[in-house]
């Protein structure tokens, strides 16, 4: 059985051009499934039915695994089977109509209001960098964009005299208009008309944000010294860019904003994508009734 498990992982390398790191997490849940069936007595993958895939998954989640986890076995399975499958090494497919196990949506972690203001006040505007620093947290927070569409601003995106950013979502090529706040206008202005000049190498440069070279900032490098602020900031968080996002639109919320007008913001093609915003105002509400209300 591990020769036709050698065999896919050549397959997803050779023709579905799959990364290693995919092949390695495919290869290693296919080990522990033959593993299993070894032990109870399956010798020959054209043996595999239905029962022994069941079995296999009751018995990942007796181990205590992540629904998650079981998702993603069922997920390698089954495409091992549609390989065999398509390979004619099997005349039938065992893991179909196998469900995954439902999944609880995690509320997505963010900071509070206070904790954006330190780690906003963070950069240090005596030099371009800082300038240059303060600008950007000023905006992702402001707008709620993501990190690779805050990167792939140009200069022609900002318009000051009218207070918004021009936005292109990279999934749907679609545009989207964001007005700007007071703060992130200001911090704009100041790195437009301070330290963007100063620091892009060529006088063409169409990028808003550039790095210390001079070259248009990478996602990379705007992770490294958000990680430099939070650290600065002493904020007991792993504080990541899209934390900022997801900050953005729970406070827009919790201030009274719809969610259709914060779906706009954010490029959402769902509003149920949004809605987790209001469950976490909601969660905020309960927790103060119970710490507040006397009978609570």
């Keep these: 059985m591990e020769d036709f498990v050698e065999k896919y992982a050549k397959y997803l390398r050779d023709i579905k051009g799959a990364s290693e790191n995919t092949i390695l997490s495919y290869q290693r849940d296919l080990k522990q499934f033959i593993s299993f069936l070894k032990k109870v007595g399956i010798k020959e993958i054209q043996k595999v039915n239905r029962t022994n895939i069941v079995a296999y998954l009751l018995e990942l989640q007796k181990k205590g695994r992540a629904p998650s986890t079981v998702s993603r076995n069922i997920v ?164 990541t860019p899209h934390m900022l996002r997801h900050s953005f639109a729970a406070h827009m919320v919790a201030n009274g904003a719809d969610l259709q007008s914060v779906q706009e913001m954010l490029g959402h093609s769902d509003i149920s994508t949004t809605q987790v915003y209001a469950q976490l105002n909601k969660n905020k509400l309960k927790e103060v009734y119970t710490k507040a209300h006397p009978r609570a």
């Design 76 to 239: 390698s399975i089954r495409s091992f089977f549609q390989f065999l499958l398509k390979m004619h090494i099997v005349d039938e497919d065992p893991t179909e109509n196998i469900e995954s196990p439902k999944q609880e949506k995690k509320l997505p972690e963010v900071l509070t209001i206070e904790e954006v203001d330190l780690l906003l006040r963070q950069p240090n505007e005596n030099d371009l960098k800082g300038i240059r620093d303060k600008a950007m947290l000023e905006l992702l927070y402001a707008t709620g964009i993501r990190v690779s569409e805050l990167i792939s601003l140009q200069k022609s995106d900002v318009n000051l005299t009218l207070e918004y950013i021009k936005c292109t979502d990279h999934e749907d090529s679609k545009e989207r208009i964001i007005p700007l706040g007071a703060s992130a206008l200001r911090s704009l202005r100041n790195y437009m008309d301070k330290a963007r000049f100063a620091m892009i190498k060529d006088s063409n440069e169409k990028y808003l944000f550039v790095n210390c070279s001079g070259t248009p900032m990478t996602r990379q490098g705007f992770w490294k010294l958000i990680k430099v602020y939070a650290k600065k900031a002493k904020i007991n968080k792993t504080i």
